[in-house]
């Protein structure tokens, strides 16, 4: 059930930061900070006792993007990985939105994006340390944007570095492409994270 959980162009992201759990948990906003859902990992008990002793880089991981009554919108999942990740975007019905891989850019990752058919609809690079990445289409032209830099009401709600905003022009309508999109942006937080 997709409801109308991807109209917003705009999604502000929000880490909880807990020490004392294995899974990475998000909060997500729509454009008008309204609270829309969250993204969870899920971990069996064998993949966290696998985190404490081996690299989380290149672990296996399964993200779940709900809605506030707990539908399953999307899922973004990784099998095990040695050097660059292969990541897979579902929707809500299990069909496939897309794939990301990562390329090597020193200092400037680069995530590439591909739809089930394998073809390229767009690329996220930029540069982690400031936080700021360009969403590029297969032309390579601007169709948005991931910061932590942004004004406004939601400044005031959001002053931790764990939080940032995914923008997206208002042209992208196909909602798998939307969906594939938007699950990059969400995945670079955690992929980077355990890279480092």
Do not use: H
């Not at 992201?13 to 998000?26: M, R």
């Not at 539908?71 to 897979?88: D, E, L, P």
């Amino acid at each position: 059930m997709q409801s109308n959980f991807f109209r917003s162009n705009s999604y502000f992201i929000d880490e909880n930061v807990n020490f004392f759990k294995f899974e990475n948990t998000y909060q997500l906003y729509d454009d008008l900070g309204v609270n829309i859902g969250a993204v969870c990992q899920k971990l069996a008990i064998g993949q966290k006792l696998l985190r404490m002793i081996l690299n989380k880089a290149m672990l296996p991981f399964l993200l779940e993007i709900k809605d506030l009554d707990g539908n399953v919108q999307a899922t973004i999942s990784r099998g095990w990985t040695f050097w660059m990740s292969k990541i897979t975007i579902t929707d809500g019905n299990a069909i496939t939105a897309g794939t990301i891989k990562q390329k090597f850019k020193f200092f400037k990752p680069e995530f590439i994006i591909f739809d089930s058919n394998e073809q390229e609809i767009a690329k996220i690079t930029g540069d982690w340390k400031a936080w700021n990445f360009d969403i590029l289409d297969a032309n390579s032209m601007s169709i948005g944007s991931i910061s932590k830099k942004w004004a406004g009401a939601m400044q005031e709600i959001f002053t931790s570095a764990d939080k940032y905003n995914v923008t997206l022009n208002s042209e992208i309508k196909d909602n798998l492409r939307k969906i594939a999109i938007l699950s990059s942006a969400i995945t670079i937080d955690m992929v980077l994270k355990e890279s480092k």
